[in-house]
């Protein structure tokens, strides 16, 4: 059953990971895909997967905390295919493994230019494609958007944001026919996650699935299950809310 029979599709951090398997889903039930991405070669090779599928496809450079680029993401993507119905949110970074007062100002900078700050670049320019139509958006937050992360404060800051940015602007753009959600992702088996734990502690990562209910990471599959979800009209009642993806780890 194809969902998301001709609507057209943005997605940030398309090339790899989370982005790469809802890109790839989206395709799947109909969705003209743009893989959005700073990552050229995988993101292309992204395009030509879902080429080789049958579905449309086509692949916008983007770094997410360059404004100018999530601009011209979304005029190409209503330049190539007419319209824009859906974006996925979602191109993030790992933050550093240390104690706050050893963050460093730049990192956080970047940290928050990237996480925060390009969800709301994509945000504007997707809010204006989408607002005499309607659509619908999703952010990716984490769990460490809605409790803390020790030794990760600058990320855990940045998704902290997301969800506040979700939500208020739900608020306002519901009444324009935009449903805007997030996703908070737990452990999901990803070079980002890999980064992560290697960066860590040993046994950090495994204390983490120990103390979830599955006690296992997720896959990239599954949490494109819910963005499809979200995005589709099988989510028509649900705006503002952010959604745990996490094997139970915040039960
Ligand atoms: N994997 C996890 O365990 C986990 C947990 C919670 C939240 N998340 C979030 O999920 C999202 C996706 O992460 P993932 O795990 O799939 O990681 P990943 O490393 O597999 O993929 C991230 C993608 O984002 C792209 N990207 C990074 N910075 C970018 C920028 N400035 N502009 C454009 N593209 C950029 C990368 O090139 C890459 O293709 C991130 O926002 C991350 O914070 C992941």
Redesign the pocket.
């Known amino acids: 059953m194809s969902d998301l029979q001709g609507r057209v599709a943005i997605v ?2 398309g ?5 790469r398997a809802t890109a790839l889903l989206f395709a799947r039930a109909g969705a003209r895909v743009v893989v ?4 050229e070669e ?1 993101a292309r090779a992204v395009v030509a997967e879902i080429e080789r599928e049958g579905g449309e496809a086509m692949f916008q450079h ?4 360059r404004e100018e680029d999530c601009a011209a993401m979304v005029k190409a993507a209503v330049e190539r295919f007419g319209r824009l119905d859906i974006a996925f949110n ?5 933050g550093r493994v240390s104690k706050t007062e050893d963050q460093g100002f730049a990192h956080w900078h970047r940290i928050i230019d ?2 925060l700050n ?1 969800v709301f670049h994509c945000m504007v320019h997707e809010l204006r494609a989408m607002k005499e139509h309607g659509g619908s958006i999703v952010n ?1 937050a ?3 958007g809605v409790r803390g992360a020790p030794f990760s404060s600058a990320y855990a800051a940045s ?1 902290h944001g997301v969800i506040g940015l979700t939500r208020s602007a739900a608020r306002e753009y519901g009444r324009y026919g935009i449903r805007i959600n997030a996703i908070c ?4 088996k ?4 890999e980064e992560l734990a290697t960066a860590s502690p040993p046994g950090t990562a495994d204390a983490l699935l120990a103390a979830s209910i599955l006690r296992r990471p997720g896959e ?1 599959e599954e949490a494109a299950e819910l963005v499809m979800w979200l995005c589709s009209d099988k989510a028509s009642f649900v705006a503002g809310a952010h959604y745990m993806i996490d094997g139970g780890l915040t039960a």
């Open positions: 940030t951090g090339a790899a990971g989370i982005g959005a991405d700073r990552a995988a983007v770094d997410v905390s979602n191109a993030g970074m790992p990237v996480n390009g990716t984490s769990v460490a998704k992702p737990g452990v999901v990803t070079a980002m996650a990239p």
